[in-house]
C-alpha cells in the first residue's frame, strides 16, 4: 500500500506547480510596483514609439507587442529597428494577438499569460524527461528558475514560449524513440526506428517547428538532433525532421524576404555587431571599449558561460568520440559550439547572454540526467544566479 504522502506529492507538490506559483508571484508583485500597468513589461521606449533618435530605446520586448497589435503592419520602421528580423518571431505576438481577439488593449495583458503558461509548460515537460531518466524532477528547478527565462516573462520577450515548444518536443521525441527501441527489443528486428513511415502530421517535428518561428536560435537544437540521427544512421527520420521542423521556417523566411524586402535571419536589430570568427572573441572585444568593463563582465560571464560552454564542448565531443551517441549528448555539443562565436553586442550586454544561454541550461540538464550525473545536475542550479539580474529593477532597461 502506498504511503498517503506519496499521492499527494504525485498531485500538487511538483516543480512546474513552485513555478506556477512564483511566476504568478512575481508578476502580482511587479504589477503593484508600478500601479498595475503591464506596460511596465513591454518597456516601450519613444526612439521606436515616437521615432525620436535621442529618446529611451526600450528592450526587444516592445516589438512583439507593436506586432501583437496589429499582426499584418505593426511593425514598420521606425516602430521597429529591423522589422524582418522581428517579425521572424511571430508565433508569441500571435499568440497574443489572437488570445485578445485582436483588442489592442489587451494585448498587455496576453503577453504575460503567454509566458507564464509557457514557462510553466517547459517547466513541467522538463520534469518529464527527468522522470524518464530516473532522476529528482526537482531538477526541473534549473531550467524553470533560469533568470534567462524568468527575464522573458518580466520583459515579453519570446525565450519562455520558444524554449518551451522544445522541451516538449524533446519529451515526445523521447516517448517516441523509446517506443520504437521497445519495438526492436522486441523482434520486430534492428533498423526498426530507421523504417518508420513518414507521417505528415508529426507532433514531436511540429513543435520544433512553431518553436524555430517563435526564436530561430531554438534551431540549434534541431541540429543536433540531426547530428545524433545521422551518427544513428537513421536517414529517414533525419529528411523528416529537416523538412517539417525547418522546411516552415524556410518560408516564412521567403515570405519576409518578399514583403519586407530583406530576410529575418541575422544577428540581431539595431546596433547588433555580427557573428565572430574567433572563439569569444566578442567578449575580448569589450576590451576596446574599456578594461574595467571587460573585467566586470569576464568575472559575471566566465564562471556562468564562458567555462560551462568549453566544458559541454569537452563533455559531449569526448562521450560522441567513445561512442555514447545519445540525442541529449548531440543537442549539448552543438549548443555550446554556438556560443563561443556569439557577437560582441551579445556579450556585452548583461541581459542576452542569458536568453542566448537557455538552450544551454536546458541541454545540461538532460545531459546530466542521461548520464545519471549528480554533479552535473547539481551545477545546474548555479545558473540560478541568474536571477540577480531581475533583484534590482535599476539595471533593468526601465
Known amino acids: 500500500m502506498k504511503q498517503r504522502s506519496e499521492p499527494v506529492e504525485g498531485q500538487w507538490l511538483r516543480p512546474w506547480a513552485l513555478v506556477l506559483v512564483l511566476a504568478l508571484a512575481y508578476v502580482g508583485l ?21 521615432g525620436d533618435p535621442a529618446g529611451s530605446p526600450g528592450y526587444d520586448g516592445q516589438f512583439a507587442y507593436f506586432i501583437a497589435r496589429d499582426p499584418a503592419g505593426g511593425c514598420p520602421q521606425p516602430l521597429c529597428d529591423a522589422p524582418s528580423y522581428r517579425y521572424q518571431r511571430i508565433l508569441y505576438p500571435l499568440l497574443a494577438w489572437a488570445l485578445a481577439l485582436g483588442q489592442p488593449e489587451a494585448v498587455p495583458w496576453t503577453l ?15 520534469e518529464r524527461l527527468l522522470d524518464a531518466h530516473r532522476v529528482s524532477r526537482w531538477y526541473a528547478l534549473a531550467y524553470g528558475l533560469y533568470g534567462g527565462l524568468v527575464a522573458g516573462l518580466r520583459l515579453d520577450l519570446t525565450e519562455p514560449l520558444a524554449y518551451g515548444l522544445v522541451q516538449a518536443g524533446l519529451w515526445l521525441w523521447m516517448e517516441r524513440d523509446a517506443r520504437c527501441k521497445m519495438q526492436e527489443a522486441g523482434g520486430k528486428g534492428q533498423g526498426a526506428c530507421k523504417r518508420l513511415g513518414f507521417e505528415i502530421w508529426d507532433l514531436r517535428f511540429a513543435l520544433f517547428a512553431l518553436a ?11 541540429v543536433g538532433l540531426l547530428l545524433y540521427l545521422a551518427l544513428e544512421r537513421r536517414w529517414w527520420e533525419a529528411f523528416k525532421l529537416g523538412l517539417i521542423a525547418g522546411l516552415p521556417f524556410a518560408i516564412w523566411q521567403g515570405v519576409l524576404w518578399i514583403w519586407l524586402k530583406s530576410p529575418g535571419i541575422g544577428a540581431g536589430g539595431d546596433m547588433a ?12 572585444r569589450v576590451t576596446e571599449d574599456s578594461w574595467p568593463a571587460f573585467w566586470l563582465l569576464l568575472a559575471v560571464e566566465g564562471p556562468l558561460f ?18 555514447r551517441r545519445h540525442a541529449w549528448v548531440a543537442i549539448l555539443l552543438l549548443q555550446a559550439a554556438v556560443l563561443p562565436f556569439l557577437p560582441y553586442s551579445t556579450w556585452r550586454e548583461p541581459l542576452a547572454m542569458p536568453r542566448l544561454a537557455v538552450g544551454l ?38
Open 306 to 323: 564562458v567555462l560551462p560552454t568549453i566544458w559541454a564542448l569537452v563533455a559531449s565531443a569526448r562521450d560522441l568520440w567513445r561512442g
Open 112 to 126: 504575460i499569460v503567454v509566458n507564464v503558461v509557457a514557462l510553466v509548460g517547459g517547466t513541467y515537460f522538463t
Open 212 to 222: 524555430a518561428l517563435t526564436k530561430e536560435t531554438t534551431l540549434v537544437a534541431v
Open 30 to 50: 511587479t504589477l503593484v510596483r508600478y500601479g498595475g500597468d503591464p506596460m511596465m513589461f513591454v518597456l516601450v521606449g519613444t526612439q521606436h514609439s515616437q
Open 273 to 284: 555587431t555580427p557573428f565572430e570568427a574567433i572563439p569569444f572573441m566578442g567578449l575580448l
Open 361 to 398: 541550461v536546458a541541454a545540461t540538464v538532460l545531459y546530466g540526467a542521461q548520464r545519471r550525473s549528480k554533479r552535473v545536475l547539481l551545477f545546474s542550479f548555479f545558473w540560478l544566479a541568474t536571477l540577480a539580474l531581475l533583484i534590482d529593477e535599476s539595471v533593468l532597461p526601465i
